[in-house]
């Protein structure tokens, strides 16, 4: 298990600005698995709320989301 937690699929959107990590997310979870779980790290100040919203809208699970250190925030979210 990572620092992040146990996840299947990583996806670093860090660097990208909204909504290019939600974009890439969606296009990842929809090659995915039911119940797979997809870590995404971003930098994105909007990422919270454009996460949340997304899961909220498609029916994931927002498993965690937790700071980290130069601005980094990690996503763990679990496909419907």
């Not at 959107?13 to 870590?39: E, F, H, N, Y």
């Amino acid at each position: 298990m990572s620092e992040y937690g146990q996840h299947d699929i990583l996806l670093d959107a860090s660097g990208l600005k909204c909504p290019l990590p939600v974009l890439k997310a969606r296009r990842q979870i929809a090659a995915m698995d039911s119940d797979t779980i997809l870590l995404i790290l971003a930098d994105d100040p909007a990422a919270p709320l454009d996460f949340a919203h997304f899961c909220e809208v498609g029916g994931h699970e927002l498993l965690d989301q937790n700071d980290h250190d130069q601005g980094l925030i990690s996503f763990r979210i679990r496909k419907a």
